[in-house]
């Protein structure tokens, strides 16, 4: 330990000495004295330099010598933390940077550990995140971020934090007036105190960071027997907060919205699609291709043809066709009938712009390809194909099973809005799979549109 206290440069203090007697030989002239540096007594000093201080460039080469000793294992790794803590802080870069590497390697926090101070730390952290400096700010982010994903219970059994989160990383963007002050957010941490604070630009890639690493604490229980109630409650709120940030104005949110929508919840869970379909028509890439991946994973690959199916062993999970169109048709009522939602092509009102509503389209195809047991093929394949009496018997039953207004007719009504605003390849080959799979129960439906069909066919 003496000599990873010990600095480079020790300054030589001339002392005085005794004045001669005549037993003694020699003058009485000054002798060199070096003093002794902090942290280090009098004994341990001169137990490592002895009478002679080392060079700087000596001492260099044995610091580093001894952490390179330290860290060969002969010595527990508990009996050398303190002295590479030290060695870290030396003022010469390639012993603080060689120390500082075998640090990072010793894993000193079990989870047996960890667990009984983790909600203390993170009230701290949640005070350094309150600081205005933007440094400390990043670091107090990145370390709760971290915590999180070893703690899951102490972020995920409420969602006042991910939410305040969120919140710090929406408003980055957003510039108040001048004669206003930026927005104040209010945090409260586990120990009941509330801190306010507000965010810098150069603070959103560590918001970003700490979100991403707590993503998949919210994707373990609540509490090892939450359910019913509580869970379903917790659910909600989690959809709504998801839902109020994909189509944030602030590109990270929306990407950190859609890696929680599809790690959160099942591939089989109907809301959060729906989130993920919001994202496939987003105008940042990073975004879309996120919520494309997360819909469909590695489940397309190329067949020889030049068209793509399901790949052998990876076969892709879908959410039932009548629950996703019913929810699908329920949300684009009510984003047509708002003015802040609808989006406008010409003279006629879409629920979501051309490119969202034909990627939710051609993800109902798929979910009544997999409803009717049919194998998925992810481009828009010829019709009729092989599998074309496999899906007329499912719509059939669909058809008959519902007289009144059910999912395949919101599937259809769906299908016409966007064919006639948008005249692409998606909703035509649509609704041709499904008129042509039943042309006995559709085609007197479609008898006074004969001249729709031959605009679009042309």
């Keep these: 330990m003496g000599l990873c206290v010990l600095p480079r440069a020790t300054p030589q203090v001339e002392q005085p000495r005794p004045p001669a007697t005549p037993a003694s030989n020699g003058g009485g002239g000054p002798s060199a004295v070096f003093p002794v540096p902090p942290g280090m007594s009098d004994y341990s000093f001169k137990r490592v330099t002895g009478e002679n201080p080392f060079k700087p460039e000596e001492l260099e080469q044995t610091k580093l010598g001894l952490v390179k000793f330290l860290s060969s294992g002969v010595v527990a790794e508990s009996d050398i933390l303190i002295h590479l803590a030290v060695a870290a802080a030396d003022t010469r870069f390639s012993v603080a940077n060689a120390a500082d590497m075998e640090l990072k390697k010793i894993s000193g926090s079990t989870a047996a550990r960890l667990t009984p101070v983790a909600g203390v730390l993170l009230s701290g952290l949640l005070k350094l995140i309150a600081e205005e400096d933007a440094t400390l700010k990043a670091l107090a982010y990145s370390a709760a971020g971290k915590l999180g994903s070893r703690v899951p219970h102490l972020v995920n059994k409420d969602l006042v934090l991910l939410q305040t989160f969120f919140q710090a ?20 941490s586990s120990d009941g105190c509330c801190y306010c604070f507000q965010e810098e630009a150069d603070v959103r890639l560590a918001v970003r960071e700490a979100l991403l690493n707590m993503v998949d604490a919210f994707g373990t229980p ?9 869970e379903s409650s917790h659910e909600v709120l989690m959809q709504a907060l998801l839902a109020s940030q994909v189509e944030s104005e602030e590109p990270m949110a929306r990407f950190v919205a859609v890696r929680y929508a599809s790690t959160v919840f099942p591939a089989t869970h109907v809301p959060s699609r729906y989130l993920l379909l919001l994202a496939c028509g987003d105008s940042k890439d990073e975004v879309f291709t996120e919520a494309l991946k997360s819909l469909y994973g590695s489940s397309k690959q190329k067949t020889p043809e030049g068209g793509s199916e ?8 879908l959410p039932p066709f009548k629950e996703m169109a019913c929810y699908l048709a329920e949300k684009s009522a009510a984003r047509t009938q708002n ?9 006629h009102v879409l629920p979501y712009p051309p490119k969202t509503y034909a990627a939710m389209l051609n993800y109902l195809r798929l979910c009544l390809a997999r409803s ?15 599998h074309a009496p496999q899906t007329s018997r499912y719509l059939r039953s669909l058809y008959e099973s519902e007289p ?3 999912a395949l007719q919101e599937y259809l009504t769906m299908v016409e809005q966007l064919l006639t605003a948008n005249g692409t390849t998606v909703p035509l080959a649509c609704l041709v799979e499904v008129v042509g799979s039943i042309p006995d129960l559709l ?4 008898l006074g549109k004969l001249a729709w069909f031959k605009v679009h066919i042309s």
């Design 372 to 386: 009717a047991g049919v194998p998925i093929t992810f481009e828009n394949a010829q019709f009729p194909g092989p």
């Design 443 to 446: 085609a007197p439906k479609y």
């Design 222 to 230: 609540v509490e090892a027997g939450a359910k019913g109630e509580e």
């Design 404 to 406: 009144g207004r059910g």
């Design 339 to 347: 003015t802040a939602t609808r989006y406008t092509v010409g003279s």
């Design 310 to 317: 399901e790949g052998p062993g990876s076969k892709m999970e």
């Design 169 to 188: 990383l929406s408003q980055v963007g957003n510039t108040a007036p001048l004669d206003l002050p930026p927005p104040l957010l209010i945090l409260r």
